[in-house]
C-alpha cells in the first residue's frame, strides 16, 4: 500500500547550520508529496508541495526536490533559525483525496 | 491562523463515556477529513467527507466512532464509549477538492481528548 517513511524522530541542530530532513515514499500512483510543519500547539500547515520529478521547490528558506527514481523527497534548509524548531511532516497524496502521513521529524534548533 | 475551526480545545471524558468534537471547514472547502494525532506525533486517517458524503474511512471508525458532515451545520466526530486509547489530538482538516491527490489540506488546532 501507499505509505511514507521519514528516518530521523529527532534532530538536533545548532542556529544557522544546513539540514536535511530524510522522505521516501512508496505508491501505485503518480506521487504527489507535501511537507507540513507543526509549531508546538499549532495547527499543521503546508510547507511546500510537489509532483515534479527533478525539479526544485522552495518556500521560506526551505527547499524540496521530488526524485521518483528514488522515491525521495527530501527537505532542506542552508541555515536554520530558532522559529524552525517544530514538527516537520512528509506526506503522500493517494487515492479518494486521502492524504498519507509520515511518522514526522521534530527539528530542535539551538542558540 | 487557521480558518477551520475546532470545538473544543480541549474534552476530557471518563472511559466509557461519550466523547464529540466539532469542525468548522474553511469556506467552500467540500472536503473534510478527521485524523487521529497520538503522543508520538503520529498521524491516523480516520474518515473524510466530500459535499456531506464518506468517502473513505477505516473499519475503527465504523464501530465505535461516528461522524458526519451535515449542510450548513459543523462537522462532527464523536466516540461512542471512549477507551483511554482514545487520548490524543483529533485534527479536522477541510481542502478545496479540485486536483484530487493534489490537494492541500488546511489543518484546524485540534481537539485534545483525554479519557481518564
Known amino acids: 500500500g501507499d505509505s511514507v517513511t521519514q528516518t530521523e524522530g529527532l534532530v538536533t541542530l545548532t542556529k544557522g547550520l544546513p539540514v536535511m530532513l530524510n522522505c521516501t515514499y512508496q505508491t501505485t500512483y503518480s506521487p504527489f508529496l507535501f511537507w507540513y510543519v507543526q509549531h508546538l500547539n499549532e495547527a499543521p500547515k503546508l510547507l511546500l508541495k510537489?509532483?515534479?520529478?527533478?525539479k526544485r521547490t522552495e518556500h521560506q528558506g526551505f527547499y524540496a526536490t521530488l526524485h521518483k527514481s528514488s522515491s525521495s523527497f527530501h527537505l532542506q534548509k542552508s541555515s536554520v533559525q530558532l522559529s524552525d524548531s517544530a514538527l516537520y511532516f512528509c506526506?503522500?497524496?493517494?487515492?479518494?483525496?486521502?492524504?498519507?502521513f509520515g511518522s514526522g521529524t521534530r527539528l530542535l534548533v539551538s542558540p | 491562523n487557521s480558518k477551520v475551526i475546532q470545538t473544543p480545545r480541549y474534552l476530557v471524558k471518563g472511559q466509557g463515556q461519550k466523547a464529540k468534537m466539532r469542525c468548522i471547514p474553511e469556506k467552500g472547502h467540500p472536503v473534510v477529513f478527521w485524523y487521529q494525532q497520538n503522543k508520538n506525533n503520529e498521524f491516523k486517517f480516520l474518515i473524510n467527507?466530500?459535499?456531506?458524503?464518506?468517502?473513505?474511512q477505516i473499519d475503527m471508525t465504523e464501530k465505535r466512532f461516528s461522524a458526519e458532515c451535515p449542510s450548513n451545520s459543523p462537522c462532527s466526530l464523536e466516540i461512542q464509549s471512549s477507551e483511554a486509547g482514545d487520548s490524543a489530538l483529533y485534527l479536522c482538516?477541510?481542502?478545496?477538492?479540485?486536483?484530487?491527490?493534489?490537494?492541500?489540506?488546511?489543518f484546524g488546532a485540534g481537539t485534545r481528548l483525554s479519557v481518564l
Open positions: 482538516a477541510s481542502s478545496p477538492g479540485a486536483g484530487g491527490r493534489q490537494n492541500t489540506l488546511y
Open positions: 467527507f466530500q459535499n456531506q458524503e464518506v468517502l473513505q
Open positions: 510537489s509532483s515534479t520529478d527533478n
Open positions: 506526506a503522500l497524496g493517494t487515492g479518494g483525496y486521502k492524504v498519507v
